[in-house]
C-alpha cells in the first residue's frame, strides 16, 4: 500500500522510532548505550533522518517531508496548501507511533530510571535552561536553518541521485551537534507533539509531567522556522 500519506506516515514513524531510539539508549538505566553523550545522540538522529526521508519515498511520498514545519513551508513557497493538514495529520500519528514503539523496545528499562525527565527527554524536548522568550528563540533558529539549508541541498544543480538524504542527515547532525544543546531543538512539531501524547497516556512507570506548558513554545517555535525557512527560500532560492 503505497500514497503520499502512507509515506509520510511511515516516514515520520522510523525517523521518531530511530531518533528517540537513540535517546532512550544513551538515557534509560542499564541500557548497553548508557551514557554514550551527545555525539552518539545528534548521529543517531542524523541517520534517523535519513532512513525515515528513504521510507516515506519508498511507501509513496515522493515529498518525503516527515516534518510539518518543512510541508508548511513548501506550502508557502508554491502557494499550494492543499497538503498540509492531511500530511500534518500523517506526520504526527507516525511520531506517535514511532514513540509508541520505543517505550515497548524499551520496555524493562523504564522503571529502573529514576528520574522522570530522563524519560520526558527520551520522547520530546524540554529546555536545558527554562525561559520562554530564549527557547521560543532557540526552536525557530534551528528549524529555519534545516528548511533553508535542507533546500539550499535539494535545489543543487545536477545533485546525484539518492545523494540527498544522505546530505540531509548530515544537515540533521550537524545542526543537533551546534544548536540543541539549549532546548534538544525538535525542529519538528509531529515529532514533538505525537511524541508528547504518546508520553501522557502511554502507562510509563515514574515518568511525571508531560511537560505542556512547554509545547506551544516548541511546537509554534518550529512552524515559525518554517514560514521563515521559506520566507528565505523566496528571497534568495526562488
Same mark, same amino acid.
Given at each position: 500500500?503505497?500514497?503520499?500519506? %502512507?509515506?509520510?506516515?511511515?516516514?515520520?514513524?522510523?525517523?521518531?522510532?530511530?531518533?528517540?531510539? +537513540?535517546?532512550? &539508549?544513551?538515557?534509560?538505566?542499564?541500557?548497553?548505550?548508557?551514557?554514550?553523550?551527545?555525539?552518539?545522540?545528534?548521529?543517531?538522529?542524523?541517520?534517523?533522518?535519513?532512513?525515515?526521508?528513504?521510507?516515506?519515498?519508498?511507501?509513496?511520498?515522493? &515529498?518525503?517531508?516527515?516534518?510539518?514545519?518543512?510541508?508548511?513551508?513548501?506550502?508557502?513557497?508554491?502557494?499550494?496548501? /492543499?497538503?498540509?493538514?492531511?500530511?500534518?495529520?500523517?506526520?504526527?500519528?507516525?511520531?506517535? +507511533?514511532?514513540?509508541?514503539?520505543?517505550?515497548?523496545?524499551?520496555? /524493562?528499562?523504564?522503571?529502573?530510571?529514576?528520574?522522570?525527565?530522563?524519560?520526558?527527554?527520551?520522547?520530546? /524536548?524540554?529546555?536545558?535552561?527554562?525561559?520562554?522568550?530564549?527557547?521560543?528563540?532557540?526552536?525557530?533558529?534551528?528549524?529555519?536553518?534545516? +528548511?533553508? %539549508?535542507?533546500?539550499?541541498?535539494?535545489?543543487?544543480?545536477?545533485?546525484?541521485?539518492?545523494?540527498?538524504?544522505?546530505?540531509?542527515?548530515?544537515?540533521?547532525?550537524?545542526?543537533?551537534?551546534?544548536?540543541?544543546?539549549?532546548?534538544?531543538? /525538535?525542529?519538528?512539531?509531529?515529532?514533538?507533539?505525537?511524541?508528547?501524547?504518546?508520553?501522557? %497516556?502511554?502507562?510509563?512507570?515514574?515518568?511525571?509531567?508531560?511537560?505542556?506548558?512547554?509545547?506551544?513554545?516548541?511546537?509554534?517555535?518550529?512552524?515559525?522556522?518554517?514560514?521563515?525557512?521559506?520566507?528565505?527560500?523566496?528571497?534568495?532560492?526562488?
Amino acid at each position: 500500500m503505497q500514497s503520499p500519506v %502512507v509515506g509520510e506516515f511511515m516516514g515520520t514513524m522510523v525517523l521518531v522510532l530511530i531518533g528517540n531510539g +537513540v535517546i532512550a &539508549d544513551v538515557l534509560l538505566k542499564h541500557s548497553k548505550a548508557e551514557g554514550g553523550g551527545w555525539m552518539v545522540t545528534s548521529t543517531g538522529w542524523g541517520f534517523a533522518a535519513m532512513a525515515g526521508i528513504f521510507t516515506a519515498m519508498a511507501c509513496g511520498s515522493h &515529498d518525503a517531508n516527515i516534518n510539518p514545519a518543512v510541508t508548511l513551508a513548501l506550502g508557502i513557497v508554491t502557494h499550494d496548501f /492543499s497538503k498540509l493538514l492531511p500530511y500534518i495529520a500523517a506526520q504526527t500519528l507516525g511520531a506517535f +507511533v514511532g514513540s509508541v514503539l520505543v517505550w515497548l523496545h524499551f520496555l /524493562s528499562h523504564w522503571k529502573p530510571t529514576q528520574e522522570p525527565i530522563l524519560k520526558l527527554s527520551c520522547f520530546c /524536548s524540554h529546555p536545558a535552561i527554562p525561559h520562554k522568550a530564549a527557547n521560543f528563540v532557540c526552536e525557530v533558529i534551528a528549524t529555519t536553518l534545516l +528548511v533553508f %539549508v535542507g533546500a539550499c541541498i535539494m535545489t543543487r544543480p545536477n545533485l546525484p541521485p539518492g545523494l540527498a538524504p544522505f546530505l540531509i542527515a548530515a544537515l540533521v547532525w550537524g545542526l543537533i551537534l551546534a544548536l540543541a544543546g539549549t532546548t534538544g531543538s /525538535s525542529m519538528n512539531p509531529a515529532r514533538d507533539l505525537g511524541s508528547r501524547i504518546a508520553h501522557a %497516556v502511554l502507562p510509563i512507570a515514574g515518568k511525571g509531567s508531560s511537560d505542556w506548558g512547554y509545547a506551544p513554545i516548541s511546537i509554534i517555535g518550529t512552524f515559525g522556522g518554517g514560514a521563515l525557512g521559506a520566507l528565505a527560500i523566496r528571497l534568495f532560492l526562488v
